[in-house]
């Protein structure tokens, strides 16, 4: 007989019954994200309009950064603005 062969699961957190954190976040206009850092530092990078603004250690962290951040910038700027 042969040996039972387990499946591969490219991602592992989806059996996990208590799931870490998520694989990223990205704002519903695209402006913000919060990536996993690669390597052996572990955390999230934030990223808005394409640069790395932040780096935090935990998913909760880099939401409320993104949260805080946001709301300032629509306050600081008009639609108007943003065109010119």
């Not at 250690?57 to 603005?81: R, V």
Request: proline fraction near 5%; charge should be positive.
């Amino acid at each position: 007989m042969s040996k039972f062969l387990k499946p591969h699961v490219s991602n592992q957190s989806l059996l996990n019954p208590k799931s870490g954190d998520p694989d990223g976040f990205v704002s519903n206009d695209g402006m913000w994200a919060a990536v996993p850092l690669a390597g052996k530092k572990k955390g999230f990078c934030i990223i808005h309009n394409g640069s790395q603004v932040h780096s935090v250690k935990t998913y909760k962290q880099a939401l409320d950064y993104i949260k805080k951040y946001s709301k300032i910038k629509k306050k600081a700027t008009s639609s108007l603005e943003q065109f010119l």
